[in-house]
């Protein structure tokens, strides 16, 4: 609205352009499932901010949680203990335990990117305690782990770090086999490509992979993430699973590592495990967390005392009030919404992945010899209309920028899940009207 026009001038006087990548919105409040601007528009968000609230924007038992943590006047840094940080290790070991079947421990941080740069370190440090020489890391083609070094290092968009100059050779990329842009999706390939690249399978350390591609919402097939586990297993490299945006419910499991039936040695957390304040956990294996000596892991602000009581309250009602299951249920209606979508407009939308609460629409046509040609034009078209109409989405994200997101928190009600479908199908038949 034009109100709002003078603030986002002010912010690009004042942050960087690489701030300004979203709808313009001036984002001043927001409850449950909308967002607010200061202006008395409303939204409905499919979003949860960057799939953060999955328990809905602003629960007022995690708003209290952290006003009673304020109150206790103990909010500084990892120099010492606190009660906050210890209780939501506990609560996060207690809930990857069972699924990773070997003691467990968690070293609580800020931000997604500390917990994948960390887990790239404990792997490092892992294999170079057994050979040192083991110390590739691999990865995957269009994957994200975040934006500081070692992070962007591991991604697998080369043009976001062009910037870095000269790579360490000993991060490598093989192919994600989303069977869209890669139609490939037998492990064979795995193995190729490292043999392509010359690198021995003794050499690897770790190979780090998101439970799903966040820019596509696109998961793996079982059986490859199978033969990746016997793969890490063989050759003693760590699996590491991305989990910054896929856990806490969002795909219907707890952990979307569920889905494929296997036990990782590291699991990084970020975004929803504190449903809004900074908090970020790499998790797993006990004794490779043990790898480093006290002391020579810490984060002045890592495991902020309000973030972590606010973040284990979050976890608290995700349990209690059933949200993983919600997301499996709504997020079926979703699905056979986008489905419907897709078949209204077969011949521009490529493919719909995604399971739960997150499904990414893949906007574009396909060659009749398979070759995806996504349409970025249509899919930023999209999003900005449906802003427009009040439902929230982000700018398109993904291969050629035209995968449109949708994540909505999960607690969101079917009847309001299929209002956002009807927005979505008008603003495509609008575009392409
Ligand atoms: N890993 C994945 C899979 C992510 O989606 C993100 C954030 N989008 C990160 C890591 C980095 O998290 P942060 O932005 O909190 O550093």
Same mark, same amino acid.
């Given at each position: 609205?034009?109100?709002? &026009?003078?603030?986002?001038?002010?912010?690009?006087?004042?942050?960087?352009?690489?701030?300004?990548?979203?709808?313009? &919105?001036?984002?001043?409040?927001?409850?449950?499932?909308?967002?607010?601007? @200061?202006?008395?528009?409303?939204?409905?968000?499919?979003?949860?901010?960057?799939?953060?609230?999955?328990?809905? *924007?602003?629960?007022?038992?995690?708003? #209290?949680?952290?006003?009673?943590?304020?109150?206790?006047?103990?909010?500084?840094?990892?120099?010492?203990?606190?009660?906050?940080?210890?209780?939501?290790?506990?609560?996060?070991?207690?809930?990857?335990?069972?699924?990773?079947?070997?003691?467990?421990?968690?070293?609580?941080?800020?931000?997604?990117?500390?917990?994948?740069?960390?887990?790239?370190?404990?792997?490092?440090? *892992?294999?170079?305690? &057994?050979?040192?020489?083991?110390?590739?890391?691999?990865?995957?083609?269009?994957?994200?782990?975040?934006?500081?070094?070692?992070?962007?290092?591991?991604?697998?968009?080369?043009?976001?770090?062009?910037?870095?100059?000269?790579?360490?050779?000993?991060?490598?990329?093989?192919?994600?086999?989303?069977?869209?842009?890669?139609?490939?999706?037998?492990?064979?390939?795995?193995?190729?490509?490292?043999?392509?690249?010359?690198?021995?399978?003794?050499?690897?350390?770790?190979?780090?992979?998101?439970?799903?591609?966040?820019?596509?919402?696109?998961?793996?097939?079982?059986?490859?993430?199978?033969?990746?586990?016997?793969?890490?297993?063989? +050759?003693?490299?760590?699996?590491?699973?991305?989990?910054? #945006?896929?856990?806490?419910?969002?795909?219907?499991?707890?952990?979307?590592?569920?889905?494929?039936?296997?036990?990782?040695?590291?699991?990084?957390?970020?975004?929803?495990?504190?449903?809004?304040?900074?908090?970020?956990?790499?998790?797993?294996?006990?004794?490779?967390?043990?790898? +480093?000596?006290?002391?020579?892991?810490?984060?002045? +602000?890592?495991?902020?005392?309000?973030?972590?009581?606010?973040?284990?309250?979050?976890?608290?009602?995700?349990?209690?009030?059933?949200?993983?299951?919600?997301?499996?249920?709504?997020?079926?209606?979703?699905?056979?919404?986008?489905?419907?979508?897709?078949?209204?407009?077969?011949?521009?939308?490529?493919?719909?992945?995604?399971?739960?609460?997150?499904?990414?629409?893949?906007?574009?046509?396909?060659? @009749?010899?398979?070759?995806?040609?996504?349409?970025?034009?249509?899919?930023?078209?999209?999003?900005?209309?449906?802003?427009?109409?009040?439902?929230?989405?982000?700018?398109?994200?993904?291969?050629?920028?035209?995968?449109?997101?949708?994540?909505?928190?999960?607690?969101?009600?079917?009847?309001?899940?299929?209002?956002?479908?009807?927005?979505?199908?008008?603003?495509?038949?609008?575009? &392409?009207?």
């Amino acid at each position: 609205v034009p109100e709002s &026009l003078a603030l986002l001038e002010e912010m690009r006087a004042c942050e960087p352009r690489s701030v300004d990548c979203q709808p313009p &919105l001036v984002w001043h409040g927001a409850q449950g499932v909308q967002v607010y601007d @200061p202006y008395g528009n409303i939204w409905l968000d499919f979003t949860s901010g960057v799939l953060v609230t999955n328990i809905g *924007h602003c629960q007022p038992e995690m708003v #209290q949680a952290a006003r009673a943590e304020l109150d206790a006047h103990r909010f500084f840094s990892y120099c010492f203990a606190t009660e906050p940080r210890i209780r939501l290790a506990r609560r996060l070991v207690d809930m990857l335990q069972p699924h990773i079947g070997t003691a467990c421990k968690a070293f609580i941080m800020s931000t997604g990117s500390e917990a994948t740069e960390n887990a790239l370190k404990l792997a490092r440090a *892992h294999g170079r305690s &057994l050979h040192p020489e083991k110390n590739v890391i691999v990865s995957f083609d269009r994957a994200f782990h975040g934006r500081t070094l070692g992070a962007q290092q591991m991604g697998g968009y080369p043009a976001a770090k062009s910037w870095i100059g000269n790579l360490d050779p000993a991060f490598v990329q093989v192919p994600f086999p989303d069977g869209l842009h890669c139609t490939d999706t037998s492990f064979n390939l795995f193995s190729r490509r490292l043999a392509q690249l010359g690198i021995a399978p003794q050499r690897v350390a770790g190979v780090i992979m998101e439970s799903y591609q966040g820019g596509g919402a696109s998961f793996a097939p079982e059986e490859y993430v199978r033969e990746l586990r016997s793969f890490c297993s063989r +050759h003693e490299a760590l699996l590491i699973m991305d989990e910054v #945006q896929s856990g806490f419910g969002r795909t219907g499991r707890l952990f979307a590592f569920e889905h494929y039936g296997i036990a990782p040695d590291l699991v990084c957390l970020g975004k929803a495990v504190s449903g809004g304040l900074p908090v970020s956990a790499v998790a797993g294996r006990a004794d490779v967390l043990d790898m +480093h000596d006290p002391g020579s892991m810490t984060s002045t +602000h890592g495991g902020n005392p309000v973030a972590c009581a606010s973040a284990a309250a979050n976890l608290e009602v995700l349990l209690r009030d059933g949200l993983t299951e919600a997301a499996a249920a709504t997020g079926h209606i979703l699905r056979q919404g986008l489905e419907g979508l897709r078949q209204r407009h077969a011949g521009h939308i490529m493919a719909i992945h995604g399971r739960g609460m997150v499904q990414g629409i893949h906007v574009g046509r396909t060659e @009749p010899d398979g070759t995806p040609c996504p349409d970025g034009a249509l899919a930023f078209d999209v999003t900005e209309r449906a802003f427009r109409k009040g439902l929230l989405l982000f700018a398109p994200v993904g291969t050629g920028g035209a995968t449109i997101k949708i994540c909505p928190p999960l607690i969101m009600q079917p009847d309001a899940v299929l209002e956002g479908i009807d927005v979505l199908t008008q603003c495509f038949d609008e575009a &392409l009207s």
